[in-house]
């Protein structure tokens, strides 16, 4: 593991300029690492950073260090995402000030800043490489990021289910239709602190990393049980909704074997519960409560342990016994849809529609990530290149544009058709793009320039396709 020759001096430079030691007693600790030909330049880099920080203590206090130095620095370089010193100690419910007094000796391989709301940073990705590295793991400092990121879930699923944590209705909203734009940031923020924040959005991930396998009646289970509607009604707070449905997909692959699993059964209904629902529940937090759950299916595993209806609905709607075979409806087009199409790796949908947009869609979520607007009239057709750089639309405007996708910048506009065109087709390597038209023509165009290479006539009727 190479560190640039930059990061050590830095390094080197901080450490022995830490103003609570003898900066030459500092320097003769680096120069005896230095010595030893066969360590590796990252361990004689880091090494006597962190040997320093037991130098003057004794065993009983040592062993204190260590621990303390394992949660608290294991849990910076294991984080999805930097805290603030405030916030990490709400989630491991330890002192902020603990915290400050373990990270005072760290400043030459650690971003720490003066205040305790601004995010702790490591130097260098290789303070945290070599923290986790197999060589350290026999030493004291050693940090196992697989015991990490379970301490780190533990933590996270205490901090959502303490009293105050997970409930109804987090942020005392007026009325159960109210629209999340209605409501002010600030509340949100007050109300789900930073760390309440990432435990709701990094709880599964520790799950993953810390290569737990759940099964019936286990932390998780107990937890989706009592909390799964509060959970998504945090994320919609957080406008992080679609996540969920990729997070239940990795709880639902760490499921054990060995089980006849109710666990599944409840993550499986899970899914099909923010598939359906994702986009109201998006729009209107509270609506999980309502709206989700009284239109759910009869037999819905989560809908008999976690649903209990409003007591202002007075009549409940006849819901069918099962889920249908759809999956999830995408909405947002404002008149009918005319053309779909996927992308090549089928990462992206694309829809075409009369309200004159096209729009990109996560097929996995079913959230909206671009909305294409250019065209004047309705869109007929739409079609990706075969690498999915390059989206072509077709209206009736008379013109087809080009998009890129990943940003939904219109390219080009190729204009030279005299009615509305109907569809479009790219060649197998993207080299040309043929149009089909109203006014009884076939055009070829240079994607990359769109310059109109052929006009093939002989049609007397119109081209659809």
Avoid at 220 to 240: D, G, I, P
């Amino acid at each position: 593991m190479a560190v640039p020759l930059f990061i050590v001096a830095a390094t080197v430079c901080r450490f022995v300029d830490d103003s609570d030691w003898d900066p030459r007693e500092r320097l003769e600790t680096i120069l005896q690492f230095s010595g030893i030909g066969e360590l590796e330049q990252i361990v004689q880099t880091y090494l006597p950073v962190l040997t320093q920080l037991s130098a003057r203590l004794n065993s009983h206090s040592k062993d204190r260090l260590y621990q303390e130095f394992r949660m608290i620095v294991g849990s910076i370089v294991s984080l999805a995402e930097p805290l603030s010193i405030q916030s990490l100690a709400v989630l491991l419910n330890i002192s902020s000030d603990t915290i400050a007094l373990r990270l005072r000796p760290l400043h030459s391989v650690l971003r720490i800043p003066t205040d305790s709301d601004t995010p702790i940073r490591t130097l260098h990705l290789s303070f945290s490489e070599f923290l986790l590295s197999n060589q350290l793991q026999l030493e004291p400092f050693g940090i196992n990021g697989q015991v990490t990121h379970r301490m780190l879930l533990s933590k996270c699923l205490q901090l959502l289910s303490r009293p105050g944590g997970l409930q109804e209705n987090l942020c005392k909203l007026e009325y159960p239709g109210k629209p999340r734009r209605e409501i002010d940031q600030t509340t949100i923020n007050n109300r789900l602190s930073s760390a309440f924040q990432y435990a709701c959005r990094y709880w599964v991930q520790h799950v993953k990393y810390g290569k737990v396998e759940i099964h019936d009646q286990d932390d998780v289970h107990m937890f989706l049980q009592k909390h799964l509607l509060h959970w998504l009604e945090a994320m919609s707070l957080m406008n992080r909704l679609a996540e969920v449905i990729e997070q239940i997909r990795v709880l639902q692959s760490l499921v054990s074997s060995s089980d006849l699993s109710y666990l599944l059964d409840f993550l499986q209904d899970a899914q099909r519960i923010v598939l359906a629902n994702r986009y109201f529940v998006d729009l209107s937090p509270l609506q999980i409560y309502s709206s989700a759950m009284i239109f759910a299916p009869q037999t819905s595993v989560v809908r008999k342990i976690c649903g209990q209806v409003p007591p202002w609905i007075r009549r409940y709607p006849i819901t069918p016994p099962m889920w249908s075979l759809e999956l999830q409806k995408l909405e947002g087009h404002t008149e009918g849809v005319l053309a779909v199409a996927f992308s090549q790796d089928g990462s992206l949908l694309a829809s075409a529609s009369l309200d004159q947009t096209v729009r990109l869609w996560n097929p996995a979520t079913g959230q909206e990530i671009q909305k294409l607007e250019g065209h004047t009239e309705g869109v007929n057709a739409v079609a990706f290149s075969h690498d999915g750089s390059l989206l072509a639309s077709a209206s009736y405007d008379q013109t087809v544009r080009l998009w890129n996708p990943a940003t939904g910048q219109e390219i080009q506009k190729l204009k030279g058709h005299t009615d509305g065109v109907h569809a479009v087709a790219f060649s197998q390597d993207g080299s040309l793009l043929a149009s089909a038209s109203l006014d009884q023509t076939v055009r070829l165009w240079n994607p990359a320039t769109g310059q109109e290479i052929q006009k093939l006539k002989g049609h007397t009727d119109r081209v659809h396709a």
